[in-house]
């Protein structure tokens, strides 16, 4: 195991320097252990009080992280930087809201410092609100379902617009106000439900909708989607009601209907609780956005029916993936059995951080980054007195657009390294391996980082020998099984 060299005995007065070395530490121990052990060895940090350290500078996720792979190596910071080494990390654990480091970044909400844990004390800052990038969290899996919001929101019990709330994107439309109440909001079966009954005449075929044309949910001509929900009937009946259906809908760039990419008609009479799904081909370039809902059929009379409502799911492809729910626009996405890592998302135009002080000898050295897509290394040079700068589109050294590279376009990334001198190849392989344990990559299409070259190189971290027999990348292939995917 690497031996700790950073030094321990110092006055450790603020949280950054505490919770820099409780991360340092947390490596080594089994993720399980590490928070019990942590107020035993407060004396370490001159007795300091641990609670507020674990509430804020130390993330939920970043021990279980560290420890994901039982691999205390792959990633301690005080051993990259062993050497006093100049440099910094940008972790999204450590992001905060505020410039001073005192507010914890909120899901979706703006990051204006990442604290660094390399005990160079290099913080990354935007005080600018406009170039602020967002804070996320995500499986390590990665990303699927690209609703806003799939779980329960900001929903209450009780009549819409009269004390009760859908979950927030939801909708109900053609309905009377008054019409539409939400009864429950227990689970069902592990998942999120809405119990959502629907009573009256409608004035028009009433239809459930889980985000609108102006949500703006991107697509591409050619792409596969498929929409996904969980739907069962369990009060009043289909009276009046000629059939239903479950659709995929196209809208323009302005938010306009464009016409319907699918439709399956559920048959039955929705008395089981079964997973529906719809899937289509976006052919109309006019396309722009898509949003999916399940439309009851109607020309006259009152209806009454009760459906439970649980765990739609909006996601590239032709058929419907484990369950992810969403929350905070996207930002808050979870999966049930999956670790879950947090992200910085950078637009790509404005949102920028950059170190607070500056380097008053310069920097001659490496970055290591990491994002959704791949892992990048790149040679940098910061002259005496200059920053170091993140954003909005590249990094100091890298190429241009280096942030979408890494980011395979969602501009979500997930770590980084700057340091002096080049890593060592086992330095990268650590890395890697954490880059792994976080769920960065694969990319096919950039070139594979090659050891004996430590310059500008892409790291394919489809050469890292995971093999699963799905193409998803859930399922570990077992010795004499066939691999469909390589991670």
């Avoid at 044309?213 to 792409?223: A, L, R």
């Amino acid at each position: 195991m690497t031996k700790i060299t950073a030094d321990f005995t110092g006055l450790e007065n603020s949280s950054d320097q505490i919770a820099a070395k409780l991360v340092s530490l947390a490596s080594f121990w089994d993720a399980s252990a590490s928070l019990a052990y942590l107020e035993d060895v407060r004396d370490v940090f001159n007795a300091q009080l641990l609670t507020p350290i674990l509430n804020g500078d130390l993330a939920i996720t970043w021990m279980p992280l560290a420890n994901l792979l039982n691999d205390p190596e792959a990633w301690v910071a005080a051993t990259f930087f062993a050497e006093s080494q100049v440099g910094l990390t940008m972790l999204p654990d450590l992001a905060r809201a505020d410039v001073a480091g005192e507010t914890p970044a909120a899901f979706g909400g703006p990051v204006g410092r990442v604290s660094d844990n390399s005990l160079n004390a290099r913080h990354l800052i935007q005080a600018t609100g406009a170039a602020q990038p967002a804070f996320g969290r995500r499986p390590t899996s990665g990303l699927r379902n690209r609703l806003p919001n799939s779980g329960k929101g900001v929903a209450s019990a009780g009549v819409v617009g009269a004390g009760g709330a859908l979950p927030s994107y939801w909708s109900v439309t053609n309905m009377p106000a008054g019409s539409v109440e939400v009864l429950s909001l227990a689970e069902k079966n592990g998942r999120p439900c809405v119990r959502i009954r629907i009573n009256g005449i409608p004035t028009g075929s009433p239809r459930i909708r889980f985000a609108s044309g102006v949500d703006q949910i991107p697509v591409e001509t050619s792409q596969d989607w498929v929409h996904s929900v969980w739907l069962q009937r369990v009060g009043g009946d289909q009276t009046n009601i000629n059939a239903v259906f479950f659709n995929l809908i196209g809208d323009d760039a302005g938010g306009n209907n464009t016409g319907g990419i699918s439709s399956t008609t559920l048959s039955d009479t929705l008395a089981d609780d079964v997973r529906r799904s719809t899937a289509g081909t976006i052919s109309n370039p006019a396309i722009a956005s898509i949003r999916g809902e399940i439309s009851l059929s109607w020309a006259s009379g009152a209806i009454d029916i009760t459906l439970d409502v649980s765990a739609p799911q909006l996601e590239i492809g032709v058929e419907a993936t484990d369950v992810q729910i969403t929350a905070a626009d996207n930002f808050a996405v979870t999966q049930s059995g999956q670790p879950s890592v947090d992200y910085i998302r950078f637009d790509g135009v404005s949102d920028m951080l950059r170190t607070a002080s500056v380097f008053a000898g310069g920097l001659n050295g490496q970055a290591f980054v990491l994002g959704d897509a791949g892992c990048m290394v790149s040679d940098l040079s910061i002259a005496a007195g200059g920053d170091f700068i993140f954003g909005p589109t590249t990094w100091n050294g890298a190429p241009a657009g280096a942030v979408e590279t890494v980011s395979g376009g969602t501009g979500r990334i997930l770590g980084a390294v700057i340091r002096a001198g080049a890593f060592s190849e086992d330095e990268i392989d650590r890395l890697i391996r954490f880059a792994r344990a976080c769920g960065a990559g694969p990319l096919s299409e950039i070139n594979p980082w090659q050891p004996q070259a430590l310059g500008a190189g892409v790291v394919d971290l489809s050469r890292l020998d995971l093999a699963y027999t799905d193409t998803a990348g859930t399922l570990l292939a077992q010795p004499g099984q066939a691999v469909a995917a390589l991670r």
